[in-house]
């Protein structure tokens, strides 16, 4: 089992940043991605940033491209997401996945609100 908790989430003013962690525990050898997910009201859970463990090949959604970074540590195994010039549409509750040997671990989710 892996389990994932995610921190960094509030309250934050258009144009805003956070920063998003999400640490990893349990049997995390052999996690082979991780990524973040975000749902907003009324809309279906959608991915926003991916990362590989070993190349860390990085993948955005266009929504994102430009504002947000995704990054890892493997030796804290914990990923980040870096959230720059927030919008209000990025209002969401931000979800951290894993991928491991074709098993999908999710966290609780952290509240992301871009509001003035």
């Known amino acids: 089992q892996v389990q994932l908790v995610e921190s960094g989430g509030g309250l934050v003013q258009p144009g805003g940043s956070l920063r998003l962690s999400c640490a990893a525990s349990?049997?995390?050898?052999?996690?082979?991605?991780m990524s973040w997910y975000r749902q907003g009201p009324g809309k279906e859970r959608e991915l926003v940033a991916s990362?590989?463990?070993?190349?860390?090949?990085?993948n955005y959604d266009d929504s994102v491209v430009g504002r947000f970074t995704i990054s890892r540590d493997n030796a804290k195994n914990t990923v980040y997401l870096q959230m720059n010039n927030l919008k209000a549409q990025d209002t969401a509750l931000y979800y951290c996945?894993?991928?491991?040997?074709?098993?999908?671990?999710w966290g609780q989710g952290t509240q992301v609100t871009v509001s003035s």
């Open positions: 996945r894993a991928l491991r040997r074709s098993f999908v671990y």
């Open positions: 990362i590989t463990t070993a190349g860390g090949t990085t």
């Open positions: 349990g049997f995390t050898s052999g996690i082979s991605a």
